[in-house]
């Protein structure tokens, strides 16, 4: 049996190997945008390694709700005309960037950093959820709001941070689930019809 020969050189099969790390790109998409990179070496390359570099050695991670900043308290964190009194949790940052970018929600953020998963040997000290006790049992704080994914992982994480919180007696509500806006219900999966018919309520 011939051994699998090598065409690029070690130097660009180790940025394809670091690209495909990447969530979203498997291994042909990694060799894809590797070559578009050095294709456009002055122009694409260069300045993302410069932003990479930048990135790598000011962002940091806000000790108070877990975002990503330059600074610490985060900006988020320390903005005024915010309500201190609504703790909005999130499992990642990009869930945290979707609802600013909506820009539906006014109070603060605590992202957990992830969501339960026995499969992944994540469990609840893996999370930041004592950071979000600690916070929600400040003077103030008149509810905290799950927004958390409607997937099995998504309701287990919300059942233990339900119950970590209910001591404090602070009132724990979830983002309703069921037919999204211009959804058509014969295109609907079982469970979102099922959330549906369960968080439905009086017109």
């Given at each position: 049996?011939?051994?699998?020969?090598?065409?690029?050189?070690?130097?660009?099969?180790?940025?394809?190997?670091?690209?495909?790390?990447?969530?979203?790109?498997?291994?042909?998409?990694?060799?894809?945008?590797?070559?578009?990179?050095?294709?456009?070496r002055e122009?694409?390359?260069?300045?993302?390694?410069?932003?990479?570099?930048?990135?790598?050695?000011?962002?940091?991670?806000?000790?108070?709700?877990?975002?990503?900043?330059?600074?610490?308290?985060?900006?988020?964190?320390?903005?005024?005309?915010?309500?201190?009194?609504?703790?909005?949790?999130?499992?990642?940052?990009?869930?945290?960037?979707?609802?600013e970018r909506?820009?539906?929600?006014?109070?603060?953020?605590?992202?957990?950093?992830?969501?339960?998963?026995?499969?992944?040997?994540?469990?609840?000290?893996?999370?930041?959820?004592?950071?979000?006790?600690?916070?929600a049992s400040?003077?103030?704080?008149?509810?905290?709001?799950?927004?958390?994914?409607?997937?099995?992982?998504?309701?287990?994480?919300?059942?233990?941070?339900?119950?970590?919180?209910?001591?404090?007696?602070?009132?724990?509500?979830?983002?309703?689930?069921?037919?999204?806006?211009?959804?058509?219900?014969?295109?609907?999966?079982?469970?979102?019809?099922?959330?549906?018919?369960?968080?439905?309520?009086?017109?």
């Amino acid at each position: 049996m011939r051994s699998k020969t090598t065409v690029a050189s070690p130097e660009i099969e180790t940025l394809i190997g670091l690209l495909a790390k990447v969530p979203g790109l498997g291994p042909r998409s990694a060799r894809r945008a590797a070559l578009q990179l050095l294709k456009k070496r002055e122009t694409l390359m260069k300045p993302l390694a410069d932003a990479m570099a930048v990135a790598a050695a000011s962002v940091k991670t806000c000790s108070a709700c877990g975002a990503l900043d330059t600074r610490d308290p985060c900006g988020l964190c320390t903005a005024p005309g915010r309500d201190d009194g609504l703790i909005c949790v999130v499992a990642d940052i990009q869930d945290l960037w979707a609802l600013e970018r909506a820009g539906v929600f006014r109070g603060r953020y605590h992202v957990l950093g992830g969501l339960l998963s026995a499969l992944d040997g994540v469990g609840p000290d893996d999370l930041l959820i004592a950071g979000l006790v600690a916070r929600a049992s400040q003077d103030g704080v008149r509810e905290v709001i799950l927004a958390l994914s409607a997937t099995v992982d998504g309701q287990t994480t919300a059942h233990v941070v339900t119950e970590r919180l209910a001591p404090l007696g602070v009132p724990v509500t979830r983002l309703a689930h069921g037919v999204p806006i211009g959804g058509e219900l014969e295109l609907l999966d079982d469970g979102t019809l099922f959330a549906a018919l369960q968080s439905r309520r009086p017109l």
